[in-house]
Each structure stands twice: as C-alpha cells, then as structure tokens.
C-alpha cells in the first residue's frame, strides 16, 4: 500500500533578483563593498559565455574566484553574509508581508479545520551565502541558490549551479518533499505520496529566466503570477508570459496589504484552500463508505 499524504500544505515559490528584491544581489553587495564597475564585469562574464562556451550563471561563479580583485582580496563565507544586509526589498517585503499572509490564512475557517500550512521557498541563481544572511530568512523553510566549497572560509569552486532550467528540479523535491541533493527525485512517486502536489504551489517570478519553472507550473496543474519593477513600465516579455499562458497574472512587485499583487495572492490562496477542504471532505466520506460497506 501507499502512504497517503495529507496534502494540504501549500508551497509560495519565489526567485529572488527582480522579485523580492528590485537589484542583483552581487551588485547590491559584493560589487560595493570591492568597487566594482558591474558593467565591467558582466562584459567579463558575458565573454566567458561568448568565446569559451562557459554556462551563464557558471561564467559568473568562476569570475567571483578568479578575477584578479578576488584574487588580491578572496571572498569570505562569512563576509558574504554579513553584506547581505544591504539588499533592498521591493515595498512590502520586509514590512510585514509575511506575517500578513500568516494572518490572513487564519481568517479562513477551513485553513484550521483541515490544518492547512503555508510554507515559503526561494529559488535563485543568485548565492546562497548571501540569501542567508537576509533579514527574511527566518520565513522561508527552504533556499536553493548557487553554493561554493569552501576551504578556510574561502570559495574554492562551485558546489551547486541553479541556472533558469535546473531550477526547475527544485520544484520536483518540493513536490516531493526530497529537499537534500543526496535524495534522487528520478524515481516515480504516486501523486498522492507527495507531499506538496503541484496543485497547491504558487510560483513568483519576474523574467525570461523563470519560464521554464512557471511552465511547468502550468503544465502541472499549478500557480504561476509574474511580477515587475513597480516604478517602471510593464515590460513586453512580463505581458508576453500571461498571453502564452506560462503565467495566470502580472502585478508590480508591490508586497503591501492593499497593492494588486497581494490581491491576486488572497485570491489564489482562497482557490487553493478550498480545494484541500474539499478533498479533504471527499476523502473523509470515502473512508467512511468503505469502512461500512
């Protein structure tokens, strides 16, 4: 027999860069506190790409360690995190976003009938010794992210590259509830031993980048909303994502209570709540069928 999961955790996925924060956060962080020209360097990485065939986020990764300013002066782990404090947030995010949610989740009956649980993840190629050191780590349960090995507290070479495709197997081990990368997430899983079905996840994201991951969204019955830069113009391709239907909605990255894209959150979370109060319902009379047939 399967082990049957309650399902009825839902999961709020999120790339970083351009979604909870307007900048890049190695700009925002290592590229000041080294005096870096970002233009500089992203023509740097852009030639590793061009004329040595390097993987985007790879070229990047490898500038960070062999860059003759790194050289001279290495990251340090612990350094990295300490910088994050000078990542900024899009309105709303580090005001209370998340404890708004927690208490509107709370407004809704059946979210304490069915014990229904709202868990956030980050999924970034940006770096995980960064995102650690935020002021909203404390929110989420998981953050995937590029990683280094690190030897005496230096970056000796990549560990773990998240590019706008691979991201999307992070999706599977939320899905899955396989979080280390020592678990395979190859193997077949029933729908109903998952812990986080497809169903139940909202994925947000801002770009090109995250069209591979709001595709499967989609394909598998979840949530996808795309998001832009509130003091800018909607971009093409953010439009372009909602009419191909890789994404539902757009909404500027404005996390206050009353902006459209805590609306569209509300409204999508009622959705999903009441579809696991429903099966819920419909698995309890079920059971009690079989149990007096």
Not at 21 to 31: A, C, K, L, R, V
Not at 192 to 208: L, Q, S, T, V, W
Request: with cysteine; charged share 30%; net charge positive.
């Amino acid at each position: 027999m399967t082990r049957k999961m309650a399902q009825n955790i839902i999961a709020l996925v999120y790339d970083f860069d351009g979604t909870l924060s307007p900048g890049n956060m190695q700009e925002e962080t290592i590229f000041r506190a080294y005096g870096i020209d970002k233009n500089k360097f992203w023509a740097k990485s852009q030639a590793l790409v061009r004329e040595r065939g390097y993987e985007q986020t790879l070229a990047y990764l490898r500038l960070l360690i062999d860059d003759p300013v790194f050289r001279k002066k290495p990251l340090r782990k612990a350094n990295l995190k300490k910088l994050a404090c000078h990542v900024p947030y899009y309105p709303g995010v580090a005001e209370g976003y998340f404890d708004q949610l927690e208490d509107f989740m709370k407004t809704i009956p059946e979210v304490a009938e069915c014990g229904i649980k709202l868990e956030h993840y980050i999924i970034s190629s940006g770096l995980k010794e960064i995102l650690e050191g935020t002021s909203i780590r404390k929110y989420f349960k998981q953050i995937y992210a590029c990683e280094y090995d690190c030897r005496g507290g230096r970056p000796v070479f990549p560990k773990l590259v998240i590019n706008d495709t691979n991201k999307t197997q992070f999706l599977f081990r939320i899905n899955k509830g396989k979080f280390k990368l020592s678990e395979s997430i190859n193997q077949h899983m029933p729908e109903e031993e998952r812990r986080i079905p497809f169903r139940n996840m909202i994925y947000i994201g801002d770009g090109i980048t995250d069209v591979p991951s709001m595709t499967v969204m989609r394909k598998t019955g979840g949530n996808a909303i795309a998001v832009y830069d509130p003091a800018r113009p909607v971009p093409q391709e953010v439009k372009k994502m909602v009419a191909e239907k890789r994404a539902e909605h757009f909404a500027p990255a404005d996390f206050r209570p009353d902006k459209l894209l805590v609306k569209i959150l509300h409204r999508t979370l009622k959705k999903l709540i009441y579809s696991i109060a429903y099966r819920s319902s419909s698995d309890r009379s079920s059971d009690w069928v079989q149990r007096h047939m």
